[in-house]
C-alpha cells in the first residue's frame, strides 16, 4: 500500500517535470548546433563553428543534472531490482529506505562539490581554456539546481517509504 500523493509530491513532481522539458530542450539545442556545424563544414566557402564542441558539452551537462530528478519521479532511472522485485509490503518499502538514504548522502556529498565548483568558478572568474573563453560559472550554473532537485524528490521519496514502513 502506496501513501497517495499530497500537494508537496506533487509540487515537487511539476517542478522536476519542469527540469525534465529544460533537459529535453537542452538536447534540442545540442542537436541543431551539431547539425548546423555539420551544414557550416560541408559547405563550400565555410568552416566550422569554434563553439559547437564546447557548447554541446556545456548542454550535455545540463541536460545529465536536470534531468536527474524527472528521471527518478518517472521511473526511468537505472535500477537493479534483482532484490527489489522480490519484495513487497514493508520488507520493499525498508530497502527503498536504505538505499534511499544512501543516495542521499552521495547527491548531498554531490551537491556540496557542484556548490563549490560554481562558486569558485563565479569567485575567481575562471574561464575555460578555448576559443571563446566562456566563463565557466556559466556552464557550472545548472549543476547545484540539479542536485538540489534531486535531493528533494529523493526526500520526498524518503518520506513515501517510511509512511509505508508505519502503515500497518
Known amino acids: 500500500l502506496m501513501p497517495a500523493p499530497d500537494r ?7 517542478v522536476a517535470g519542469l527540469a525534465g522539458i529544460l533537459a529535453a530542450l537542452a538536447i534540442i539545442a545540442m542537436t541543431a548546433l551539431v547539425l548546423t556545424n555539420i551544414t557550416f563544414r560541408i559547405a563550400p566557402g565555410l568552416r566550422g563553428l569554434n563553439f559547437v564542441e564546447d557548447y554541446t558539452g556545456y548542454l ?11 528521471t527518478f519521479v518517472t521511473g526511468n532511472h537505472v535500477r537493479v531490482t534483482l532484490i527489489l522485485g522480490r519484495l513487497e509490503g514493508r520488507a520493499r518499502a525498508a530497502l527503498e529506505v536504505v538505499v534511499t538514504l544512501v543516495a542521499l548522502a552521495v547527491m548531498g556529498w554531490l551537491t556540496m562539490i557542484a556548490f563549490d565548483l560554481f562558486q569558485k568558478s ?7 581554456q578555448t576559443v ?26 524518503l518520506r513515501r517509504n517510511l509512511r509505508r514502513l508505519m502503515i500497518r
Open 122 to 128: 563565479w569567485a575567481s572568474g575562471t574561464r575555460a
Open 132 to 157: 571563446v573563453q566562456t566563463p565557466l560559472w556559466i556552464p557550472r550554473a545548472v549543476m547545484v539546481p540539479g542536485c538540489v532537485l534531486f535531493l528533494a524528490v529523493l526526500l520526498l521519496h
Open 60 to 70: 550535455f551537462v545540463a541536460v545529465a543534472f536536470l534531468g536527474l530528478a524527472d
Open 8 to 14: 508537496l509530491d506533487r509540487a515537487a513532481e511539476a
